[in-house]
């Protein structure tokens, strides 16, 4: 019944190595995002995309890849991990774009941890 | 560009007793306005929405919002609080014109005493 799941929800790995996250949402919805909520709790977007087209990107180090194979998913893969990297990682989808669309579903957050 | 100020970090409030959550947004045009809640370990939780229409606006679990665009307010507010009710919340701004992007602001602890 989870209706944006992410996976791992827990990740610690060491700096220098690449991990991936993934997301699946089982609502339909068109849009999908990627958060990063820092250790002040202070959340930004990162990116979205509309139906597997990417719409956002929000001056992420290109070290940041995201992907998505369908509408359903959107997984995100990061190389050479950082320690400015640590954080909580949230996924989210919405019906469409716009404004009026605003992601009102989150997944529970992927917690990395870079040693 | 927008931006969103939640001024309180942690706010303690006794169960049983009134909420009020201050959020201040930056932005030329109408907003469009969020108030989501996060509890320890969770994603967000979508509790109200304002687009357009009545300024009031109620949502889930009790909450109620009020915008007010003299103030570039947006504050949420309960009648009696529950200790389920502790958690963190967070504020949050989308424009037209900006697509699908939401601004959150730095979010407000509410802590619940029994």
């Known amino acids: 019944d989870t209706a944006v799941s992410q996976t791992p929800k827990y990740l610690v790995t060491q700096m220098g190595n690449d991990k991936s996250i993934k997301c699946e949402q089982n609502?339909?919805?068109?849009?999908m995002y990627w958060y990063k909520q820092d250790s002040k709790k202070f959340l930004k977007i990162m990116f979205s995309?509309?139906?597997?087209?990417?719409?956002i990107n929000e001056t992420v180090p290109n070290r940041f890849s995201p992907k998505s194979p369908d509408k359903a998913h959107l997984n995100l893969h990061i190389n050479s991990l950082e320690l400015g990297d640590s954080a909580v990682y949230f996924c989210?989808?919405?019906?469409?774009?716009?404004?009026?669309?605003?992601?009102?579903?989150f997944g529970d957050g992927t917690r990395l941890s870079i040693l | 560009a927008q931006s969103v100020t939640q001024p309180d970090i942690h706010i303690t409030v006794s169960e049983g007793a009134s909420l009020e959550l201050r959020c201040n947004y930056s932005?030329?045009?109408?907003?469009?306005l969020f108030w989501y809640v996060q509890s320890p370990g969770q994603g967000l939780q979508l509790l109200l929405k304002?687009?357009?229409?009545?300024?009031l606006v109620q949502g889930i679990k009790g909450f109620e919002a009020e915008f007010k665009r003299s103030q570039s307010s947006f504050n949420l507010r309960k009648p009696s609080v529950h200790w389920s009710d502790a958690a963190e919340y967070f504020c949050?701004?989308?424009?037209?014109?900006?697509?699908?992007?939401?601004?959150f602001g730095a979010g407000t602890i509410l802590r619940v005493k029994s």
């Open positions: 609502l339909g919805h068109d849009t």
């Open positions: 304002y687009f357009s229409g009545d300024t």
């Open positions: 995309y509309n139906n597997k087209e990417l719409i």
């Open positions: 949050a701004v989308g424009a037209q014109g900006y697509g699908n992007k939401l601004v």
């Open positions: 989210a989808s919405s019906p469409g774009t716009g404004a009026r669309n605003q992601p009102q579903h």
């Open positions: 932005y030329g045009a109408t907003p469009y």
